[in-house]
Nanobody, 128 residues
Framework: QVQLEESGGGWAETGGSLRLSCEAS????????MGWFRQAPGKDREFLVG?????????YGDSVKGRFTISKDDPNGATVYLHMNNLQPEDTAVYYC????????????????????WGKGVLVAVSS
């Protein structure tokens, strides 16, 4: 079992940047792949980006490729970051950290059904 906690949400102006953090805790917390999703009002939860437990493998969703990046500064640590650049009003959403129980990178399904653990989410609001 792993617990996930996001932090770093808040307000940004159009074109600005924010960094979100997700800290995993619990049994073998640093050994999980982790990713980010978001859910805007009235829309489905959307996959953004995922990374392997050591940060060496990354997969991006189409909507934020080139603007958002994920990092895990310590390969043996339990914290991942979402770096968001050139924010737009349409990026306004609740952002969630998630992790799959599956440990094999090539068998992870990076969609909501493939994730087993979720944080509570943080709000990011971008003013126009």
């Amino acid at each position: 079992q792993v617990q996930l906690e996001e932090s770093g949400g808040g307000w940004a102006e159009t074109g600005g940047s924010l960094r979100l953090s997700c800290e995993a805790s619990g049994n073998a917390a640093s050994s999980y792949a982790m990713g980010w999703f978001r859910q805007a009002p009235g829309k489905d939860r959307e996959f953004l980006v995922g990374t392997s437990w050591n940060g060496k493998n990354t997969v991006y969703g189409d909507s934020v490729k080139g603007r958002f990046t994920i990092s895990k500064d310590d390969p043996n640590g339990a914290t991942v970051y979402l770096h968001m650049n050139n924010l737009q009003p349409e990026d306004t959403a609740v952002y969630y950290c998630a992790a799959p129980y599956v440990s094999n990178w090539y068998k992870i399904s990076w969609d909501t059904s493939g994730m087993d653990y979720w944080g509570k989410g943080v709000l990011v609001a971008v003013s126009s």
